[in-house]
């Protein structure tokens, strides 16, 4: 019998080749430039137009990522990686997730993989104590935890369990009827405005609430806001917080916030993203105060807790709810295990059915490092970002544009914005570095975001040179040229 | 300073052990019970109730993964697995997932590495091409495509893009009012009821169209539930049709639905979760016939091409309805590529913002098995399949329950259907094989699905075998006994 299958032994001889191929990458990653530079279409211009009839080999297709695929490569795992949000991941996650590929199992029900579904149980009630989190969220409560594919899925998944405990589960059956309210602060993530859209709500019916001057939610105008849509004859439902906006890392008031929820019965989701992980640390737990109000909370290993992208966890004060809006039982995929009531069946957690075992990698750096190492790495990256932040306080040309009170530094040139875009696209197009920006109350702002796990201070430090020394080499550019500009 | 960090040359060592383990693993796997045996909450019990404050080894974490974890897996990729629809894998496609993991990363943007969109859309031309896909889906057209986590969410998509089209984008604004109406039939997979509540469509929205003899789409009653609803102020808007439906592998009538979605301006999308897979094969692209009145497509590679889960491929004849529907650009996210107009984003084809580069181990699947190995599996496992229908056809004491016209027999003991519902109980719960079960006009139903990577006609005899033995071995219990019965 004819067979393409890949060989057992030709598996062995590919997969180690394959580590020894990561493990040198790593080794190396700093010489690459960290932004990618290649121009758009430069990749597929130079891939087959149709694919190929015949058997190719490991060795060619391996010459292909090395000499097109890596051009065009924007290195999020370099430690001189500083933009958006981190993605950062480790060792032991990238054998957990192997782990994972291999076994090849498909967690929709507990009974097509009762392990899938109990490690990830277990593991979400372990974060839930090291994030000491209320009780209630976890398994061994009303509450519990699933793995969501990101903090967006995540906003949908609680938007609409909030859309349903409103309106008594009718939204489901009857559909939206324009008239639901959702509330956000004007730095909450674009993922809430989205699963808006996705859900129904609509636009129009999400009111951003403006922030104090440390950029957080003001709940003076939240309250307000809510009084003015109920006496619109509207119904407020939900209302996102956010621990670490992706803008400047500003933290709103929880409690405050929690309060206003209660009061009048809105749905309270927490987005900690990213910042999230620091509440592992004791010192730095204050920046979930609050979180007892919530009726979900999210957060993305994925980001800045050494696993490897997709991973956020999402817990819920009350599990029925989520279920209730989610489940769908159709007869094909009806079991005994399912109809005891006894097990969690996943798929009824989130949008998809479909699910991979993706607690394994989450298990798998818990384990390797421990709490206690883990704390420490977050804490490096704490201390590191603070000195940094020290840095822009002393410097006579640049300044900070946000309080830092954690890994991300917003800062700016003096010389204003077209000068402070001007710095950011040279320095990223030499791939020396790579960082990005936002924009602060009309201030053009840098960030830096210190978070990938093998930077160092060293990295940092270099970091903050190649910044000095291009606004200088700018500065001149500007005054031998001005016209030019 | 300290360091938690899994060393080079550690990861080198542990990494080569996996990749001895998951051989090993596809060596015995045969071994194993199919379907796990463990009961709910056994594997729970056996894990700490705390995480460990201090870092443990790789020795002993696998472990507990050999302990533990194994004999709570179901083993989707044993050769034995014939229940649902299968989520098979490959030794070029875990190496291609590997490389994913270990380059980490996101993908969300086209400036966060090219190479993760260009490969993906190259590569997703190549499949349109061995598809015999309408240009119009190509994006060399105004059309396109993007790999999504599984069906579910395509289908999500293509409700959302179809609600804003019919709608002139003004329920992402408004929200939605009640009253649009979708369509599917009674065998549509749940996703597209989960989609509908989700989207705020409202269930009672949903029409469930009648089926034929075949279990497909009667298209008389699709038009006279347009017609009906049209005539109630209700609006059209979306139908989904099915090649292949989870129960039993019907094909609805692609062309004839597509005529009326035109006639009636809705958005037409084709689920080919599986089958879609068995058109790479000239013979039997019969199937999409009509593929070319449809506004979306999607179908799996992760069920039944040898690409790890998740990898769906969603396919759109006018990307700019979805870009239109899904984006959203905050500051933050803004770059030169993007503001170009020349790149796609694919964050904007989708629910999530994160993506990591699934592309990889699609296109080492493609390139391993080149276009004529995919054709020569698939052509075995459907004709395995047909060969099972043969014996069931010539059997006694078994009986077809509908047409099998792919990889999926669907079938009877002629006892009954509390004898069928014992005799699949009793036969997973011995774990030599995993089949499982739907419900076709009140007639309890066993499902084989003939798809996994290394599932040969040895396999499937076997399981033949074990039925026939099984049914016989049942009859006896119930003729000695009857009265426990």
Request: charged share 20%; hydrophobic share 40%; aromatic share 10%.
């Amino acid at each position: 019998m004819k067979n393409y299958h890949m060989s057992p032994e030709e598996f062995r001889k590919q997969g180690k080749q394959m580590i020894d191929w990561i493990a040198d990458y790593y080794d190396t990653i700093e010489k690459y430039p960290v932004l990618s530079q290649v121009k758009p279409g430069e990749i597929k211009d130079q891939l087959p137009a149709t694919a190929p009839m015949e058997s190719e080999s490991m060795e060619q297709i391996m010459s292909d990522v090395n000499s097109i695929i890596m051009p065009g490569i924007t290195h999020w795992q370099s430690p001189d990686f500083f933009a958006y949000f981190p993605a950062n991941t480790s060792g032991p996650s990238i054998l957990g997730d192997l782990l994972s590929s291999g076994l090849g199992v498909q967690g929709m029900l507990w009974a097509t993989s009762p392990s899938c579904t109990e490690l990830e149980t277990r593991v979400l009630d372990w974060l839930a104590d090291i994030l000491q989190l209320p009780e209630k969220f976890k398994s061994t409560s009303a509450g519990g935890a699933v793995i969501q594919d990101t903090a967006s899925s995540a906003a949908l998944s609680a938007l609409l369990a909030a859309r349903e405990r409103k309106t008594n589960y009718e939204s489901n059956e009857a559909g939206c009827m324009g008239n639901l309210v959702a509330y956000v602060s004007s730095q909450t993530h674009s993922s809430v405005e989205k699963a808006v859209k996705i859900a129904g709500i609509g636009k129009n019916n999400l009111r951003l609430i403006g922030v104090d001057e440390n950029l957080a939610m003001r709940t003076d105008l939240l309250e307000a806001a809510i009084q003015n849509d109920l006496k619109a004859g509207l119904i407020p439902f939900f209302v996102c917080a956010t621990v670490g906006t992706t803008s400047t890392n500003a933290i709103d008031p929880l409690a405050e916030i929690g309060e206003i929820s209660q009061k009048y019965q809105l749905w309270m989701h927490i987005d900690a993203a990213m910042s999230g992980t620091a509440a592992i640390c004791p010192e730095y737990r204050f920046i979930l105060n609050g979180v007892e109000y919530a009726d979900s909370f999210s957060f993305n290993p994925h980001k800045w807790m050494f696993t490897n992208f997709d991973c956020n966890c999402f817990f819920v004060a009350d599990r029925s709810v989520l279920i209730k809006t989610l489940s769908i039982l159709p007869e094909y995929l009806k079991n005994q295990a399912t109809e005891s009531g006894s097990v969690f069946d996943y798929r009824d957690w989130h949008i998809q059915l479909g699910r991979r075992f993706r607690s394994l990698k989450l298990w798998f750096v818990i384990r390797h490092y421990g709490v206690n190492g883990l704390r420490y790495h977050i804490q490096e990256h704490i201390r590191i970002a603070q000195q940094f932040a020290g840095w822009i306080r002393e410097s006579a040309d640049f300044k900070l544009i946000a309080p830092a009170p954690l890994n991300l530094v917003c800062f700016a040139h003096r010389n204003g914005n077209e000068f402070n875009r001007k710095l950011l696209e040279l320095i990223n197009s030499r791939g020396k570095m790579y960082f990005t920006h936002t924009v602060i109350r009309d201030q053009f702002t840098l960030r830096m975001c210190i978070a990938q796990t093998n930077t160092t201070l060293e990295h940092v430090s270099k970091a903050w040179q190649t910044i000095q020394e291009t606004a200088k080499e700018l500065e001149n550019m500007f005054n031998n040229n001005p016209k030019s500009e």
